[in-house]
């Protein structure tokens, strides 16, 4: 490093919410001979461990006041921060005015986001809204070029080796880092408050949309090998893959995130104590598998039945706890991902034995009940939209048919277009007995769709060894209506005994007589899921 570049450091600022690390931190810092100036609770610390401190109020000769409000904003603070030591204006109001300089500044907000997720009341998250330390960071932060700022107690142990090798200095290189750092972490904080202060108000999509996020990871690459990617969890704190231990294999991919995200999701519709065991397989964001069992391994091995051949390579999400039964038979195949709420010793130890297979544990299923949001950029802009939340094919489902289904059927049905949510539009799936034999996503035309999902269940069928196709004597699932009758015709072609479908067609009354035409029992949900 060039050695103008290096700044000395004879007095320090700390004032900290989070206390981590503060004692070992004073005592590096005196040890090498800086001065350390400090407030409220910071500095009481910091004294009981022995550590020379000159209290704020004393250095500025003005006390604390209002509640604390008051203590660092104060030109003897912010002048020894921004002062810019080599212009020599500045350098005769510092004399002047008995401004002594602050080259090290150490603060941590006040704990707003903690707070907020604590649910606390209106008042109590205002009080927690930090003022003063953001004034300090940003102002340390602005004069990087003889100031240096830390914001993380991560960061305190690669300032005191810099101090410590350079004889008491920082290098410029640190400082711009740390002052970036630092202009992040105000950024988010204005964030959070900007965000919770908006659904205060009741305000769902605010004037100014701010987001904020803590990286986690920096991916090996996006989509494709020739573009850059990263991971950044927010806030939400919602179970999920973000909030997973991974307890072995590789680092997820771009595509490993989003393909287990969508297995979770998914999964996560069954609760286990309503269900039962539940099992789905993801491939590309789509379902090649989902079965519901008496016994978690059953569920796999149904699940897997429906598409042997697009599993392999695939993401297993699971509603329950791995057994050691369910493992022997996953690793069987290459996997790229199993993510469930937990994994009995047993089964850990056979997973093991697969070293890039990716086990994930989250502690829990999340609620797809709970409200969220969904962000996908373009071009010059953000398209923000509620998360598909909606609790399908409940008691709202109309019979529309001149036959009604059977409870089996009705059981089935509603299995399906739960899982038709999860599908790329558009999205038919076809469900026997609690599970699917046959999956259409993604293609223009719903007929096209009701074609290739037909055509995976008699795949499935010959693979198992029969010779019918396992979509004869299923239901069908569409996740948008049908506009025509002919997607209807092409899924009772396959053998589907019953339809689910949201309705709202202005051909709706040329669907239902074709349903009745072909003996189909068909029930409306009064609700689309297009998944894009």
Not at 46 to 67: Q, S, W
Not at 451 to 480: P, T
Not at 508 to 513: F, G, K, L, M
Request: with cysteine; charged share 20%.
């Amino acid at each position: 490093m060039s050695r103008s570049d290096l700044q000395p450091v004879s007095r320090a600022l700390i004032s900290v919410s989070d206390k981590s690390g503060l004692v070992d931190l004073g005592k590096a810092l005196a040890a090498l001979d800086v001065e350390i100036l400090s407030t409220g609770g910071s500095a009481k610390m910091l004294m009981e461990a022995g550590i020379a401190v000159t209290e704020v109020a004393d250095h500025t000769g003005f006390p604390e006041m209002m509640d604390g409000r008051v203590k660092t904003l104060h030109p003897t603070i912010h002048g020894g921060i921004l002062a810019l030591r080599d212009n020599p204006d500045h350098a005769k109001a510092m004399q002047d005015h008995e401004i002594g300089g602050i080259d090290l500044v150490i603060v941590n907000l006040y704990p707003f986001e903690e707070t907020v997720a604590k649910g606390a009341d209106f008042h109590t998250c205002i009080e927690n809204i930090d003022i003063g330390g953001p004034a300090m960071i940003r102002s340390a932060a602005k004069n990087y070029g003889f100031v240096t700022v830390v914001v993380d107690a991560g960061d305190y142990q690669a300032v005191i080796d810099e101090l410590t090798e350079t004889g008491g200095k920082t290098s410029i290189e640190l400082r711009k880092r740390l002052a970036a750092k630092a202009y992040a972490r105000t950024g988010a904080y204005d964030a959070a408050i900007s965000n919770w202060y908006a659904a205060q108000l009741g305000e769902d999509y605010p004037d100014r949309l701010v987001l904020a996020g803590t990286r986690q990871q920096i991916l090996r690459y996006g989509e494709n090998p020739h573009q850059s990617a990263a991971f950044y969890a927010n806030d939400e704190k919602r179970i999920g893959v973000a909030t997973a231990t991974q307890v072995q294999g590789k680092e997820l991919s771009y595509n490993n995130f989003n393909d287990t995200d969508a297995a979770f999701e998914l999964v996560a519709e069954f609760d286990p104590k309503v269900s039962g065991p539940a099992c789905a397989i993801i491939k590309h964001a789509n379902p090649c598998g989902v079965a519901m069992a008496p016994t978690l391994v059953d569920a796999y091995k149904t699940a897997f039945a429906c598409d042997t051949t697009s599993a392999f390579g695939g993401i297993i999400a699971l509603n329950q706890t791995l057994d050691a039964a369910t493992a022997e038979e996953i690793v069987k195949i290459f996997t790229e991902v199993i993510i469930a709420p937990d994994a009995d010793d047993a089964a850990k130890e056979i997973i093991a034995a697969k070293k890039n297979l990716r086990l994930l544990l989250t502690g829990g299923l999340p609620d797809p009940g709970v409200p969220g949001r969904l962000v996908k950029s373009l071009a010059s802009g953000y398209l923000i939209q509620d998360r598909d939340n909606a609790l399908t094919a409940g008691p709202e489902l109309k019979v529309v048919t001149k036959r009604a289904p059977s409870e089996q059927e009705l059981k089935d049905l509603k299995f399906a277009f739960t899982v038709a949510k999860h599908v790329k539009s558009n999205a038919i799936v076809y469900v026997r007995n609690g599970a699917t034999v046959g999956v259409g996503a993604g293609q223009m035309s719903r007929v096209d769709s009701s074609k290739i999902a037909a055509s995976k269940s008699l795949e499935a069928a010959q693979n198992a060894g029969d010779s019918v196709a396992w979509a004869k004597g299923s239901v069908v699932a569409s996740d948008a209506f049908f506009p025509f009758a002919d997607g209807l015709l092409a899924a009772a072609e396959a053998g589907a005994t019953a339809v689910i479908q949201p309705g709202g067609s202005m051909r709706d009354d040329e669907v239902i007589a074709a349903a009745d035409d072909a003996g189909l029992a068909m029930v409306f949900t009064g609700m689309r899921h297009f998944r894009h």
